[in-house]
């Protein structure tokens, strides 16, 4: 069983960047995919980003194409979401999760080892 802890949240202005990270112990994450997922206040979870296991494919919602990067260290077990031109509507909890397999996906259904959220804030 892996445990997924998300750090680096926070609050910030418009237009600024956070770093977030996600932290594995219990396995290994290197032979998974990996994604960030976000849920804002009254909403769904929506997916942000995916990561091949390999690093070598990404796929981003479309509304943070451009501004988000998700990358790995696989070495380090740990994945991590930069965040760049962050806008009030990226305020959200962000979650990180692993996938059952290595191929990245956008289905929540696909993870089945979830972080506990971190608090991304960004004011206007």
């Known amino acids: 069983q892996v445990q997924l802890v998300e750090s680096g949240g926070g609050l910030v202005q418009a237009g600024g960047s956070l770093r977030l990270s996600c932290a594995a112990s219990?396995?290994?994450?290197?032979?998974?995919?990996v994604g960030w997922f976000r849920r804002a206040p009254g909403k769904a979870r929506d997916f942000v980003a995916t990561l091949y296991w390999s690093g070598s494919s990404t796929s981003y919602a479309d509304s943070v194409l451009g501004r988000f990067t998700i990358s790995r260290d696989n070495t380090k077990n740990t994945v991590y979401l930069q965040m760049n031109s962050l806008k009030p509507e990226d305020t959200a909890v962000y979650y990180c999760?692993?996938?059952?397999?290595?191929?990245?996906?956008?289905?929540?259904?696909?993870?089945?080892?979830w972080g506990q959220g971190t608090q991304v804030t960004v004011s206007s």
């Open positions: 999760a692993a996938a059952r397999f290595g191929w990245s996906s956008r289905k929540e259904s696909d993870y089945d080892a």
């Open positions: 219990g396995r290994t994450i290197s032979s998974v995919a």
